[in-house]
T-cell receptor
């Protein structure tokens, strides 16, 4: 069975602070994909990144960075110098051989 | 990126009536589409997988007679909530698969009064 755990339900930080969102996953598939999505108050899911199980390179995109560690089954997401516009719910998701499974989400609030 | 639309974006209906939600892939053909439901402050839960030209596959606990799914063409899937009740009020999100990627619609907020 596939499972995604986002242990942090809510995080609140002050603008310009760095913040890391944790994601731990479980799967028996050898080939799988990991995703991060942002869901602002409007509700529409915004795709942030996809990483396949064979690519453990960390990735940086502007203020966003992702740390994929297969050894610990983790795919953490860091926002550097956070901004108020980063406030949203963030979902980590896992796609194995079958369906896409979402974590419970982390509600991130960036305070001015 | 690929575009998936949903219509309507918001709908309010009376208890006991039926509501149809459309999901369209605008710039690609999708043999597989998915329907998710999201209650407030919760995650997305897969309701069913819709394959063009065949019956949908429902997740455990989802009533297939209540949530009718029709994938009539490669660009359109519909979800009909029959005899809606207040507990069906939720945010419904569809997605369409292209190769290994899923593209999500903007969601439909259903309120049953």
């Amino acid at each position: 069975a596939q499972k995604v755990t986002q242990a942090q339900t809510e995080i609140s930080v002050v603008e310009k602070e760095d913040v890391t969102l944790d994601c731990v996953y479980e799967t028996r598939d050898t080939t799988y994909y990991l995703f991060w999505y942002k869901q602002p108050p409007s509700g529409e899911l915004v795709f942030l990144i996809r990483r396949n199980s064979f690519d453990e390179q960390n990735e940086i995109s502007g203020r966003y960075s992702w740390n994929f560690q297969k050894s610990t089954s983790s795919f953490n997401f860091t926002i550097t110098a956070s901004q108020v516009v980063d406030s949203a719910v963030y979902f980590c998701a896992l796609q194995g051989a079958q369906k896409l499974v979402f974590g419970q989400g982390t509600r991130l609030t960036i305070n001015p | 990126g690929a575009v998936v639309s949903q219509h309507p974006s918001r709908v309010i209906c009376k208890s006991g009536t039926s509501v149809k939600i459309e999901c369209r892939s605008l710039d690609f053909q999708a043999t597989t589409m998915f329907w998710y439901r999201q209650f407030p402050k919760q995650s997305l839960m897969l309701m069913a997988t819709s394959n063009e030209g065949s019956k949908a596959t429902y997740e455990q606990g989802v009533e297939k007679d209540k949530f009718l799914i029709n994938h009539a063409s490669l660009t359109l899937s519909t979800l009909t909530v029959t005899s809606a009740h207040p507990e069906d009020s939720s945010f419904y999100i569809c997605s369409a698969r292209r190769t290994y990627e899923q593209y999500f619609g903007p969601g439909t907020r259903l309120t049953v009064t």
